[in-house]
């Protein structure tokens, strides 16, 4: 079971990370057209699509954070 | 773009320099490091045996001149920027292997590390994309992708220093990384990046003969920093960041269970409470205590003791199967790409 729940851990946080890049791509990469109907200016686009990015990684890295506790207190007690 | 025939006559002799120069020159460095007094305890063997401290020059000096023959030959961009971030992380390290710095030392001055990928990018070009390479596409992020290197960079220096805790794991697993990072510079990134990271390889495999178990000599911060920031700045000029962020992910697990638990930026010698126990047998034990901070070794170690060699392999087999999502990654990659 050792390796075996390490395995897992890993196998989560490698889908969590794609799971986010597809999210960033497939939601936030067009965000002009959806958004702003393709009417908003580069910079404006650019700060609101950063803005988003990191807001999702933040999440992402929460997401961790109590994923790791849960494992944490499993293994630890 | 390198006809096939110089990409083979290029890595061969680029490969042989840095694996050949490190080979020759390490037996030279441990008995001038070992005369020099310049050896520290290895804390998980029988009577601590004193070993030699840094390996960090050397390996610096194999991959410094196989990136300069490089570059020569092909007067690249991208080889160079890689070639002068490496060398400032290595500087980095080596201050902090002379002198005992504090605990932001480290991550704060790797952020030098990240000048020479964004000022050759801005004033010649040709070092990296501007754009984010998202497996299922890419993001044009000029605004974002700047701040993104100088965040990149102390990451994946940090990663390496902060895992090199036990004999060999930290030359192993960057061997183990660099396969499916050299196999994404090599579909998605460039023949010259492709190449400015063999000299990596070659140097981890050379480095590796003497750092396995039982180590003949430790790399040191200047060894570990140059690895893993030599590592983040090839990822980036080779457009291959998430799949070299994956293959390093027991790593970044590793820093990030400690950050989340210590909640502060500190060296592991400055915690008070051990994250593992050494029992008399000289196995390795998980800490109970709850205090400790949280590591990747703690984890290994919770389901019963180990001993060094055994934490190890448990490392390297981790590291094994994120290459493997790594190489699966690269898989999803490619297809959607022919879509």
Redesign the interface.
């Known amino acids: 079971?050792?390796?075996g729940g390490?395995?897992i851990?890993?196998?989560v946080?490698?889908t969590m990370?794609?799971a986010v890049?597809?999210f960033?791509?497939?939601f936030?990469?067009p965000i002009d057209m959806i958004m702003f109907d393709g009417q908003a200016r580069r910079?404006t686009v650019?700060?609101v699509?950063?803005a988003i990015?990191i807001i999702v990684v933040v999440v992402l890295?929460f997401g961790?954070?109590r994923m790791?506790r849960i494992?944490?207190q499993k293994?630890?007690? | 773009m390198l006809d096939v025939l110089n990409l083979l006559i290029y890595g061969a002799v680029i490969s042989a320099i840095s694996f050949f120069a490190i080979i020759l020159l390490m037996p030279a460095a441990i008995r001038s490091l070992t005369a020099g007094g310049k050896l520290v305890p290895d804390a998980h063997k029988r009577d601590k045996p004193m070993i030699p401290r840094p390996a960090g020059p050397v390996i610096m000096a194999g991959i410094g001149a196989a990136e300069i023959v490089l570059y020569l030959l092909t007067m690249n961009t991208a080889v160079l920027a890689v070639l002068l971030s490496t060398v400032i992380a290595f500087a980095v390290g080596y201050v902090d292997d002379s002198r005992m710095m504090p605990g932001w030392f480290k991550p704060v001055a790797l952020l030098a590390a990240a000048i020479p990928l964004v000022s050759l990018e801005l004033y010649v070009g040709g070092v990296h994309e501007d754009s984010l390479n998202?497996?299922?596409?890419r993001?044009?992020?000029?605004?974002?992708y700047i701040p993104l290197i100088f965040v990149i960079m102390p990451i994946t220096g940090n990663t390496i220093n902060s895992i090199d805790v036990l004999n060999g794991v930290a030359s192993g697993f960057i061997i183990i990384a660099m396969i499916p990072l050299l196999a994404s510079i090599a579909i998605f990134g460039s023949h010259e990046v492709f190449l400015a990271a063999l000299p990596l390889l070659f140097a981890a495999v050379a480095f590796y003969k003497y750092h396995k178990f039982p180590s003949r000599i430790f790399p040191g911060d200047s060894g570990t920093l140059l690895f893993g920031a030599m590592y983040g700045a090839l990822a980036i000029a080779g457009s291959s960041e998430?799949i070299g962020?994956?293959a390093l992910?027991?790593a970044v697990?590793n820093s990030?269970?400690f950050l989340?638990s210590v909640r502060r930026i500190v060296e592991h010698r400055q915690i008070k409470e051990r994250p593992t126990i050494l029992m008399n047998d000289f196995k390795l034990a998980?800490s109970?205590d709850k205090s400790a901070p949280?590591t990747l070794v703690?984890?290994?170690l919770?389901?019963?003791p180990l001993d060094e060699k055994a934490v190890g392999c448990?490392i390297f087999?981790?590291a094994t199967?994120?290459a493997l999502?790594a190489f699966a990654?690269i898989a999803?990659q490619y297809a959607i790409f022919r879509l």
């Open positions: 079971m050792g390796f390490l395995a851990f890993v196998v946080m490698w990370i794609l890049a597809a960033l791509v497939i936030i990469a910079l650019s700060v699509q950063a990015a890295v961790l954070s790791k494992y944490m293994k630890l007690g | 998202l497996v299922f596409g993001a044009f992020i000029p605004l974002l998430i962020v994956i992910l027991p697990m990030f269970l989340a998980a109970k949280a703690r984890l290994i919770a389901d019963g448990q087999k981790l199967l994120t999502l990654t999803i």
